[in-house]
């Protein structure tokens, strides 16, 4: 008789492109949905497509190298210390190349032990919870940081003898939330002296509109300990572009000892065999080229001023933006009037045509959380122009 894992049954619909389908089944052609950053400038993507040309023709036919080559992995440690992450020069050798950011975050979730628990930052990106569920461990909201501040007590409150790791995204996904340098620091001292593996996911790092008012901070710059039990997580998704899948993780020491390494190595490989080589010599090409993304700053600059003018539009309609995101490319305002998210955004596909994700999408049916449900994700990367944001609001 046939029999299918139960941890199936733990997994929703996708919670963004579920409801992309409601929005377009609605009406919805102006999509302020799904996360996708603007396009690079034109010669950024010629260094990027030059390399990947000449590895593409160098003859090559072998698997890549499992945890990625060397080349990019050097790279990575590089950049990520122009963004205030402080790498040690054997970091090196715990970084692998992933999947996208994806894999990675399935990777990480997938090496505790079954039935444990992780507690995860809120609003979260919903498929956080699909994820671990996939990983037969359960995802347990909190919201750790507000005002500014970490909440020690909701932090305690979501801990159990079966805790395992903490998960937090920084600026988060929905709301672009960064928190102070000593906020940060005083959750990472409470993980620490509760034993957790701190799983740190950061893609958007690279997008924070001003580093001076509010810089990113990786838990791991917080002591030899913080260190040993961080995990971070990043991706190339949100620097080049989604689809060529490219992203990576360091392990934390921690678990790199607790086992034998090579045996994660072998379960890290049983997943995809490898990225894409072309791919990542393309990547390296890039980050060689502008190790600190300068050319990004254009377009994060216009990443603020399209969140500060969809805010103008969104509060003339009644909605507040009470999270101030610090980065990235979304907006997480409250609903006019306390309206349940689902229903505003049904609202809105049918009378404006416009496309939103519910509040319900990042953890607003978690018990304790419905307060989530009054509020929605407002995207505004993935080519939206000023021009064209204007053109859709000005026609209301």
Known sequence: MLRLSKHLGAITPDPVRHWIAIDKELGARHMFTIGEPDPIPREVLQVYAQAVYEEELSGKVSYPPVKGE???????????????????????????????????LQFIFSVFEKGSEIIALMPCWGTIFNMMAHSGVRGVPAELFKDGAFIKENAVKALSKKTQAVYVNFPANPNGMVPPEK??????????????????????????YDTLKTPYVSPLNFGAEA?????????????????????????????????????????????????????????????????????????????????QLLQDYLEKMGCEVPEQPAGGYFLFPRTPNGMDGEAFVKEIA?????????GSSFGGNFKGFHHIRKYFRAGFGGGWTIEKIKAVFDSL
Do not use: M
């Open 70 to 104: 060397d080349v990019l992995r050097k790279a990575v440690v590089n950049t990520e210390r122009n963004f205030n992450v402080n790498y040690a020069d054997d970091d090196f050798e715990r970084i692998h190349l992933t999947v996208g950011g994806s894999q990675a």
């Open 183 to 208: 906020a940060v620091k005083e959750f990472t001292q409470w993980a620490v002296a509760n034993e957790l593996q701190i799983i740190s996911d950061a893609p958007y790092k690279y997008l924070i």
């Open 227 to 307: 260190g040993r039990k961080t995990t971070e997580i990043s991706s190339f998704s949100k620097v080049i572009k989604p689809d060529i899948r490219l992203g990576f993780i360091r392990l934390a020491p921690d678990i790199l000892e607790h086992c034998d390494a090579k045996h994660l190595v072998y379960f890290f490989r049983n997943l995809s065999a490898g990225v894409s080589r072309p791919s990542q010599i393309g990547v390296a090409a890039v980050l060689k080229k502008d190790p600190f993304l300068s050319f990004l700053q254009p377009l994060v600059q216009r990443y603020r001023e399209k969140a």
């Open 350 to 358: 049918v009378k404006h045509k416009i496309g939103f994700i519910p």
